[in-house]
């Protein structure tokens, strides 16, 4: 079975713009998480999403929104992007919300 | 709040020797679970195992062995008879059960780099 797919692999942006992330969650599972990992640290919680609901939102700016779509894929965007926005971001899918969690290969977010 | 301290940076070692990885965490509830996770230079963080609170049996599971010590807040990881392959950065984990949420957050350690030279 397939894992955790996640699109784009590498992206690079200025500062200023928009980007949107994809996840695609192991077949079957019904939740995804985003997390986002800066170099030379442990991932940070952005999002929980489960039945196309938020269920749990960490510390961040508004300019990071997210949604999960019927087939339970999700998408992550950020706005108005900052430097410190570089980060790889990791997305993570679980059966139900408070099952094992199982990451995908992260995309590598660059703003210049 | 959560929190979860890998004091080790960075593990050095020989091909063959033991290498264990300190894990210490703070929560305030009492029913959450631990986890490890390991990040080969590719990038994807890798499971390999999760432990819930009120089980503090010891596992091994091949060469990899946990020790779960309540009373000190700890977790810690041990790899026998180390191997190139092993050479990654391992990040410990926490997630409480809070029984009125749905959610299941992962607050993270700051990640053991360990580098296992042949």
New interface residues.
């Given amino acids: 079975d397939a894992g955790v797919t996640q699109s784009p692999t590498h992206l690079i942006k200025t500062r200023g713009q928009h980007v949107t992330l994809r996840c695609s969650p192991i077949s079957g599972h019904k ?1 995804v ?1 985003w ?1 986002q990992q800066v170099l030379g ?5 952005i999002f ?1 999403y ?1 039945e196309k609901e938020e ?2 939102r ?1 510390n961040f700016p508004d300019r990071f929104s997210a949604r999960q779509f019927p087939n339970y894929s999700s998408e992550l965007n950020v706005n108005a992007l900052l430097l410190g926005d570089s980060a ?1 971001y ?1 997305c ?1 899918s ?1 059966l139900m ?10 995309t ?1 977010l660059t703003v210049l | 709040a959560q929190k ?1 301290t890998q004091a080790q940076t960075e593990i050095s070692v020989v091909e063959k020797e033991d290498v264990t990885l300190d894990c210490v965490y703070e929560t305030r509830d009492t029913t959450y679970y631990l ?1 490890w ?1 390991k990040q080969p230079p ?6 390999l195992i ?1 432990r819930n609170s009120f089980d503090e049996q010891n596992e091994i599971s091949g060469r990899y062995s946990w020790n779960f010590q309540k009373s000190t807040s700890s977790f810690n990881f041990t790899i026998t008879a180390s191997q190139v392959v092993d050479s990654a950065v391992y ?1 410990c ?1 926490l997630s409480e ?1 809070d029984r009125g ?11 053991t780099r360990v580098l296992v030279k042949p």
């Fill in positions: 939740s998480s997390y640290q442990g991932p940070q919680f929980q489960y269920r749990g960490g790889l990791l993570a679980s919300a408070r099952d094992t969690q199982y990451f995908g290969p992260g590598r | 979860v986890f996770y590719s990038g994807e963080l890798v499971f999760r990040f984990a059960a949420a749905a959610g299941n957050k992962l607050t993270f350690g700051g990640g």
